[in-house]
């Protein structure tokens, strides 16, 4: 099992900053693609933002130029630099990891509990 907790949510004026962090654990030898979404009231999750492995990134349009995501391969730990935010960007954002090889097994899907990011305008 691969248990993912993200931290680092909360309230914050348009055009301030946030710094999100997600930590995944459970015996992991290593992890592909993990991944940021975000979910609004009323609205379907949504891709933020994706890295390999090897560090290549994907965004989505509505966020390029104002969000930065990384990674820590040997901490097991993913980061997302959000600059620049607007009252949009309200949502619960969530970690993913595609795939995780464990000591036990290989995990596939999975997701965190969320942190809440709320934007004021």
């Known amino acids: 099992q691969v248990q993912l907790v993200e931290s680092g949510g909360g309230l914050v004026q348009a055009g301030g900053s946030l710094r999100l962090s997600c930590a995944a654990s459970?015996?992991?030898?290593?992890?592909?693609?993990m991944g940021w979404y975000r979910q609004a009231p009323g609205k379907q999750r949504e891709l933020v933002a994706t890295i390999t492995r090897g560090g290549t990134t994907n965004y989505a349009e509505s966020v390029k130029g104002r969000f930065t995501i990384s990674r820590d391969n040997a901490k097991n730990t993913m980061y997302l630099q959000m600059n620049s935010l607007k009252p949009e960007d309200t949502a619960k954002y969530y970690c993913?990891?595609?795939?995780?090889?464990?000591?036990?097994?290989?995990?596939?899907?999975?997701w965190g509990q969320g942190t809440q990011v709320t934007v004021s305008s």
């Open positions: 459970g015996s992991i030898f290593s992890i592909d693609t």
């Open positions: 993913n990891v595609d795939r995780a090889t464990t000591t036990a097994r290989v995990v596939v899907g999975a």
